[in-house]
């Protein structure tokens, strides 16, 4: 009997480079106090965010995309044409079909690439990540490129206290391929649909198609998210630390979805990261962008602290679903 061959792939993969790019307004609190009748202080304590980043009506999560994605090829020193797999993570794909990351391959100059976009919400860009990794190591492409894209300002009621004054826009890109040594550890992640309540769009496409509903928004139910993501993810950040065979104390970087500065507070006291440990607070100018958040925060906080280069940082993201994701990863 003829036997398949099965490709196999490199034993490690790192991530090459990181790109980003944040809408072009930035938008104060002071723009959003009126609808929601709040104040620039409340937001602040609450959230921890001065000012977020939005995009003009113009662009979309594709531009996002591809303009963050050309930063990190061009810093990856990789030809766009070795790129062989492309995946988005996103919610804010502005059709059902086709993909964000079809076009974005054939705009960066990487098709034919194996292309697909995933829906994770704000752990979309950790699943991707692990999907790279793995997809590499088995043989099934040999340079990733992964998207954190959103464009969430298209998806908010401006009336909406509990999550429109968090949202933001943005894309981040990063170039995965083969290591020498380990550079991506095993990801944590799962899901918990009993939540799914908790945190996601009102109403669906159809429903605003029939008249039956206003156009779909994004809500949630702070109190019920702000619990799951401070007790069950910091769990799961110790569980990833474990995973990846290292101490809170051997990370240069802390790098949580940018959901809310207090959750990141939070965690930072429970995994009781040590004051040489840098914490990303992108959230405070960016807001929250879903799973654009993490390469973002990881693009400024490289900017900001080029010394961190090879040094080890966790990311873990958690959203809608509601799903995580988690990893350690070494920065390029």
Known sequence: M????????????????????????????????????????????????????????????????????????????????????????????????????????????????????????????????????????????????????????????PTDRSISFLLGDGAGAVVIGPSDTPGISATVWGSDGSKSDAVGMNHTLTEFRDGLAPWPTLRQDGPTVFRWAVWEMAKVAKKVLEEAGIEASDLAAFIPHQANMRIVDEFAKQLKLPETTVIARDIATTGNTSAASIPLATHRLLQEHPELSGGLALQIGFGAGLVFGAQVVVLP
């Open 2 to 157: 003829t036997t398949l061959k099965q490709a196999t792939g490199p034993a490690h993969t790192r991530i090459y480079s990181v790109g980003a790019a944040r809408g072009e307004n930035a938008v104060p609190n002071e723009d959003l106090i009126g609808p929601i009748d709040s104040s620039d202080e409340w937001i602040r304590q609450r959230t921890g965010i001065i000012t977020r980043t939005r995009a003009v009506p113009e662009t979309d999560a594709i531009d996002l995309s591809t303009a963050a994605a050309t930063e990190a090829i061009e810093k990856s020193g990789i030809a766009p044409s070795d790129i062989d797999l492309v995946i988005v993570a996103t919610i804010s794909n502005p059709k059902q079909t086709p993909s964000v990351s079809a076009i974005v391959a054939d705009r960066v100059g990487a098709n034919p690439a194996a292309a697909y976009d995933l829906n994770a919400a704000c752990a979309g860009y950790a699943y991707a990540v692990a999907q790279a990794d793995a997809l590499i190591r088995a043989g099934a492409a040999r340079y990733a490129l992964v998207i954190g894209a959103e464009k969430l300002s298209d998806v908010v009621d």
